[in-house]
């Protein structure tokens, strides 16, 4: 019996489709339905893969008849038109909890990279030097943790930070119940408090741009910016100038506006760690997206009941 279509529009890994493809005929568009050239044949389609950041709009779910399960690999779907699907009769599922430890032990990572120099020290050191780079830099233990954003990913991340030593305090509308963090209203006031600014908000339009050039000047030139959320929530000129002046200490980077693509500026800079949108990437994490992806699409077929269903 010929198996059903379904179409990852997302890159994953060969892991991921040779799973799936144990039980669907997979097309594979790794840069988006838009990708895929004209003779191919979406009629039977009837889900997709893909995630926060390539999305699905309302225009490509009416370039497939047939759809009727849209899932995102992860807990992101900000350009998922979830209205649009809901009009369709379309459902749409994501992946929550599925990255948030490996994206927290990410953030961590990369806050400790930057503040203690840790790649250029490296390839300074492979190049024979020795004296001129073992000066003093900072550290996490004692120092001032600020978080914009307070759900699993900016939880976990607080506890990290708490079991460094350092003082945690959080950005969100409301308080959330049941920690003990500092909670304060105004992002801005956040950064004036910090000396490491963590991004772990969604993306959308209601955060575009909410870390800013008065933010950064807040955040000050000892204070350093770690983002592990979407590019989109940063001004990446603003970030880009910040970081040439040295009105804050430095960043470091898993996400950036235009990805793949690198912002010009960026990569002649030596104060700031970049890796390649990547922080909620692990064997664990990806085995249960493929798990939640999976059960949906077994329990679509059955009539049987969605995991985190969204519409």
């Given at each position: 019996m010929a198996k059903s279509k379904i179409a990852v529009t997302i890159p994953v890994s060969e892991t991921c489709l040779s799973r799936?493809?144990?039980?669907?005929?997979?097309?594979?568009?790794?840069?988006?339905?838009?990708?895929?050239?004209?003779?191919?044949?979406?009629?039977?389609?009837?889900?997709?893969?893909?995630?926060?950041?390539?999305g699905i709009s309302d225009a490509e779910m009416g370039r497939l008849p047939d759809l009727k399960l849209v899932s995102a690999y992860g807990a992101g779907y900000e350009n998922v038109d979830v209205e649009a699907a809901r009009r369709r009769g379309i459902h749409i599922t994501h992946a929550p909890n599925t990255n948030t430890e490996t994206?927290?032990?990410?953030?961590?990572?990369?806050?400790?990279?930057?503040?203690?120099?840790?790649?250029?020290r490296d390839r300074r050191l492979r190049?024979?030097?020795?004296?001129?780079i073992r000066s003093a830099r900072p550290t996490l233990s004692g120092a001032a943790l600020g978080i914009i954003g307070l759900g699993n990913i900016g939880q976990g991340v607080a506890k990290r930070g708490e079991a460094f030593g350092m003082r945690v305090a959080y950005t969100t509308r409301n308080p959330v119940t049941d920690v003990d963090w500092q909670h304060v209203a105004d992002p801005l006031a956040l950064a004036s408090i910090s000396d490491f600014l963590v991004v772990a908000c969604p993306g959308g339009p209601a955060t575009r741009h909410l870390v800013d050039r008065h933010m950064l000047a807040a955040l000050g030139p000892d204070g350093f910016l770690v983002n592990v959320s979407r590019g989109m929530v940063v001004d990446t000129d603003a970030l880009v100038e910040a970081l040439q002046t040295h009105r804050i200490a430095g960043a470091g980077l898993d996400v950036f506006d235009g990805e793949p693509g690198l912002p010009a500026g960026l990569a002649d800079l030596e104060n700031v760690v970049l890796t390649p949108h990547m922080a909620g990437r692990s064997p664990a994490a990806e085995n249960?997206?493929?798990?939640?992806?999976?059960?949906?699409?077994?329990?679509?077929?059955?009539?049987?009941?969605?995991?985190?269903?969204l519409a």
């Amino acid at each position: 019996m010929a198996k059903s279509k379904i179409a990852v529009t997302i890159p994953v890994s060969e892991t991921c489709l040779s799973r799936l493809s144990q039980s669907y005929d997979v097309i594979t568009l790794p840069a988006g339905l838009g990708s895929g050239s004209p003779a191919i044949d979406f009629s039977g389609v009837w889900a997709v893969l893909t995630n926060g950041s390539t999305g699905i709009s309302d225009a490509e779910m009416g370039r497939l008849p047939d759809l009727k399960l849209v899932s995102a690999y992860g807990a992101g779907y900000e350009n998922v038109d979830v209205e649009a699907a809901r009009r369709r009769g379309i459902h749409i599922t994501h992946a929550p909890n599925t990255n948030t430890e490996t994206v927290a032990d990410h953030a961590l990572a990369l806050m400790l990279a930057v503040s203690r120099d840790i790649c250029q020290r490296d390839r300074r050191l492979r190049e024979g030097a020795w004296g001129a780079i073992r000066s003093a830099r900072p550290t996490l233990s004692g120092a001032a943790l600020g978080i914009i954003g307070l759900g699993n990913i900016g939880q976990g991340v607080a506890k990290r930070g708490e079991a460094f030593g350092m003082r945690v305090a959080y950005t969100t509308r409301n308080p959330v119940t049941d920690v003990d963090w500092q909670h304060v209203a105004d992002p801005l006031a956040l950064a004036s408090i910090s000396d490491f600014l963590v991004v772990a908000c969604p993306g959308g339009p209601a955060t575009r741009h909410l870390v800013d050039r008065h933010m950064l000047a807040a955040l000050g030139p000892d204070g350093f910016l770690v983002n592990v959320s979407r590019g989109m929530v940063v001004d990446t000129d603003a970030l880009v100038e910040a970081l040439q002046t040295h009105r804050i200490a430095g960043a470091g980077l898993d996400v950036f506006d235009g990805e793949p693509g690198l912002p010009a500026g960026l990569a002649d800079l030596e104060n700031v760690v970049l890796t390649p949108h990547m922080a909620g990437r692990s064997p664990a994490a990806e085995n249960a997206q493929i798990d939640i992806f999976l059960h949906n699409l077994a329990a679509h077929r059955s009539g049987g009941i969605l995991k985190a269903q969204l519409a």
